[in-house]
């Protein structure tokens, strides 16, 4: 079996891609003075964007935009070292890093940011589009759509405060018949917003019903800072659909690289070349998984990270033979060595049943 790398070279299918689309989506993108190499960015997913799986997804894409998972600024003002470390903690491969903040005071999202600043972030985002009830009833997260002049005076308050660039994300609007996405959009520029980031749902439909990508297909007509389109991509096609109906900049993935964290990779591959990259394997998603586990390890100690990834077994063994069934064992087992063991069965079954 050749590594994942070797196998992603071979190509499985050549679709030409020449639309301008695509061509415009595998150019450059710019932030404020940070130059993204790419027009693919991962989006935070809070318990999830952390050091291990950023390093994944560095592993395949060099060059998209990373995201850490939201960081409160309250928490972050508390100064409980041991507590914000896990999410604050990054390696240098993984410029260029956006770290998310959240928070609805703007002198403690400014603090909070020149911390982060001061830390090596490239860029500080802010989270606008956060819909948890918890969130939303602190003023926080997509609360702000519902307090515009707030929300611009955080992003006012971060730009005097960090020499980065400062970007946002947001939904469409809080419910269906409240969707400000367009004056929000306009208002965060004014504020000096570098770039922003619009999940095509409002708050109301949380996660739910699919990402309206053609909703924001005007944007680019109103905001001349760089705009990603985010929600439901989840291969090389959509990415490459979400990008013509939206007609943004770029793209932001968050859901779609668990199990797979090659996609950022396969979709800029695709963008640019018009080849698809064939997806890997499970023997392939297995070692990937290992050197998850082995990362979340080193990260948070034995303990804590065997509960900790458990929520990522379903997404790496996902369509195999028997997989609920590998899911409830793995799932309730916390010795990392019968882990290892289930997951070298799965391996041997599936390459013995090729
Ligand atoms: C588990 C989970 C955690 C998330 N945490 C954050 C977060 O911390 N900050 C944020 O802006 N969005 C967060 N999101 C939203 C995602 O960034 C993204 O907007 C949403 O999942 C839609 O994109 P997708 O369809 O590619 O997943 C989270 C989503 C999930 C599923």
Same mark, same amino acid.
């Given at each position: 079996?050749?590594?994942? &790398?070797?196998?992603?070279?071979?190509?499985?299918?050549?679709?030409?891609?020449?639309?301008?689309?695509?061509?415009?989506?595998?150019?450059?993108?710019?932030?404020? +003075?940070?130059?993204?190499?790419?027009?693919?960015?991962?989006?935070?997913?809070?318990?999830?964007?952390?050091?291990?799986?950023?390093?994944?997804?560095?592993?395949?894409?060099?060059?998209?935009?990373?995201?850490?998972?939201?960081?409160?600024?309250?928490?972050?003002?508390?100064?409980?070292?041991?507590?914000?470390?896990?999410?604050?903690?990054?390696? +240098?491969?993984?410029?260029?890093?956006?770290?998310?903040?959240?928070?609805?005071?703007?002198?403690?999202?400014?603090?909070?940011?020149?911390?982060?600043?001061?830390?090596?972030?490239?860029?500080?985002?802010? +989270?606008?589009?956060?819909?948890?009830?918890?969130?939303?009833?602190?003023?926080?997260?997509?609360?702000?759509?519902?307090?515009?002049?707030?929300?611009?005076?955080?992003?006012?308050?971060?730009?005097?405060?960090?020499?980065?660039?400062?970007?946002?994300?947001?939904?469409?609007?809080?419910?269906?018949?409240?969707? +400000?996405?367009?004056?929000?959009?306009s208002l965060m520029q004014s504020a000096g917003a570098d770039a922003m980031t619009i999940h095509c749902r409002t708050r109301s439909q949380m996660y739910s019903g699919n990402a309206d990508w053609g909703a924001i297909a005007q944007i680019k007509k109103e905001i001349r800072v760089p705009v990603f389109a985010n929600g439901d991509i989840?291969?090389?096609?959509?990415?490459?659909?979400?990008?013509?109906?939206?007609?943004?900049?770029?793209?932001?993935?968050?859901?779609?690289?668990?199990?797979?964290?090659?996609?950022?990779?396969?979709?800029?591959?695709?963008?640019? &070349?018009?080849?698809?990259?064939?997806?890997?394997?499970?023997?392939?998603?297995?070692?990937?998984?290992?050197?998850?586990?082995?990362?979340?390890?080193?990260?948070?100690?034995?303990?804590?990270?065997?509960?900790?990834?458990?929520?990522?077994?379903?997404?790496?063994?996902?369509?195999?033979?028997?997989?609920?069934?590998?899911?409830?064992?793995?799932?309730?087992?916390?010795?990392?060595?019968?882990?290892?063991?289930?997951?070298?069965?799965?391996?041997?079954?599936?390459?013995?049943?090729?």
């Amino acid at each position: 079996m050749g590594s994942l &790398t070797q196998n992603a070279r071979r190509c499985v299918t050549r679709t030409p891609c020449t639309t301008s689309t695509c061509k415009a989506a595998s150019d450059n993108i710019k932030i404020g +003075n940070v130059e993204i190499k790419s027009c693919l960015a991962l989006a935070p997913m809070a318990g999830i964007t952390d050091m291990p799986l950023r390093q994944l997804v560095r592993k395949f894409s060099k060059n998209c935009l990373l995201t850490t998972e939201m960081i409160s600024s309250e928490m972050l003002m508390q100064n409980r070292p041991d507590e914000h470390e896990k999410i604050t903690v990054f390696k +240098n491969n993984e410029y260029p890093l956006a770290f998310q903040i959240s928070g609805h005071k703007p002198f403690m999202m400014a603090k909070a940011a020149k911390i982060l600043a001061d830390k090596g972030a490239s860029i500080i985002d802010i +989270n606008m589009g956060c819909p948890v009830k918890k969130v939303v009833s602190g003023g926080d997260g997509s609360a702000l759509m519902r307090t515009p002049q707030l929300a611009a005076d955080i992003v006012k308050a971060v730009k005097d405060t960090v020499d980065i660039p400062v970007t946002v994300k947001f939904r469409l609007g809080y419910t269906a018949s409240e969707q +400000n996405f367009m004056e929000f959009a306009s208002l965060m520029q004014s504020a000096g917003a570098d770039a922003m980031t619009i999940h095509c749902r409002t708050r109301s439909q949380m996660y739910s019903g699919n990402a309206d990508w053609g909703a924001i297909a005007q944007i680019k007509k109103e905001i001349r800072v760089p705009v990603f389109a985010n929600g439901d991509i989840v291969s090389p096609e959509t990415a490459k659909e979400c990008l013509e109906k939206a007609g943004t900049d770029g793209i932001a993935v968050a859901r779609g690289v668990l199990g797979q964290p090659d996609l950022i990779y396969r979709i800029e591959h695709y963008l640019s &070349t018009g080849e698809i990259l064939p997806e890997p394997d499970i023997v392939q998603k297995i070692e990937l998984l290992k050197e998850h586990i082995s990362d979340e390890i080193k990260l948070r100690g034995e303990k804590v990270a065997m509960q900790f990834v458990r929520k990522f077994y379903p997404y790496y063994i996902r369509g195999i033979r028997d997989a609920a069934i590998y899911r409830g064992r793995l799932v309730t087992e916390t010795d990392f060595n019968r882990v290892m063991e289930i997951l070298d069965l799965i391996a041997k079954t599936e390459t013995a049943a090729i």
